[in-house]
T-cell receptor
Framework: NAGVTQTPKFQVLKTGQSMTLQCAQD?????MYWYRQDPGMGLRLIYY???????DKGEVPNGYNVSRLNKREFSLRLESAAPSQTSVYFC???????????????FGNGTRLTVT | KNQVEQSPQSLIILEGKNCTLQ??????????LRWYKQDTGRGPVSLTI???SENTKSNGRYTATLDADTKQSSLHITASQLSDSASYIC??????????????WGLGTSLAVNP
């Protein structure tokens, strides 16, 4: 099994450009998440989807939008990229958001985004 | 304020040696604590989870402890290997005012195992 797959692996954008980060999981998980990881800061939750058809804001949602396309896929869109959005973005999935005792987060290998 | 603090920030040890990583938290009400390993350029991978009633849990050469009274956890690595070089992140789960489960991530300890 591939687990959680993210594309692209690397991306460079100019300020104001838009792009969509793609994420797919093959574990039949109900919940999916988008995090960003920056030096000197813990992982921060951008948006999450507790189940197919629902999405909710996390800690740092400004400047982002998400789409839960189906149970497998959860995309993150930057409408107008800013240098402050330079980061490593991780997609994750879990069996159920309210069952984190028995259900760890499974992460993809990240998208490294630079905004100039 | 809910916080998770890890120490040391970084650590260098020789292959074959043991080491202990610390995680202190001020999260309340506590639900569980999980340790993740993050290799360079990869996403975090869960090592083990500690619930309120558990004191010690082992996963191969990794042993996690939890003292819920002092709000401290440790991750002990025995007979280190080069492949143990990674960042180790402590994550604490709690219930917020709306009774929703939330996660607080530590900044991680960067471990380098040298031959």
């Amino acid at each position: 099994n591939a687990g959680v797959t993210q594309t692209p692996k690397f991306q460079v954008l100019k300020t104001g450009q838009s792009m969509t980060l793609q994420c797919a999981q093959d574990m039949n998980h109900n919940s999916m998440y988008w995090y960003r990881q920056d030096p000197g800061m813990g992982l921060r939750l951008i948006y999450y989807s507790a189940s197919e058809g629902t999405t909710d804001k996390g800690e740092v949602p400004n400047g982002y939008n998400v789409s839960r396309l189906n149970k497998r896929e959860f995309s993150l869109r930057l409408e107008s990229a800013a240098p402050s959005q330079t980061s490593v973005y991780f997609c994750a999935s879990s069996e159920a958001i309210h069952n984190l005792n028995n259900s760890p987060l499974h992460f993809g290998n990240g998208t490294r985004l630079t905004v100039t | 304020k809910n916080q998770v603090e890890q120490s040391p920030q970084s650590l260098i040890i020789l292959e074959g040696k043991n080491c202990t990583l610390q995680c202190n938290y001020t999260v309340s009400p506590f639900s569980n604590l999980r340790w993740y390993k993050q290799d360079t350029g990869r996403g975090p991978v869960s090592l083990t989870i500690m619930t309120f009633s558990e004191n010690t849990k082992s996963n191969g050469r990794y042993t996690a402890t939890l003292d819920a009274d002092t709000k401290q956890s440790s991750l002990h690595i025995t007979a280190s290997q080069l492949s143990d070089s990674a960042s180790y992140i402590c994550v604490v789960s709690f219930f917020n005012a709306g009774n929703n489960r939330k996660l607080i991530w530590g900044l991680g300890t960067s471990l380098a195992v040298n031959p």
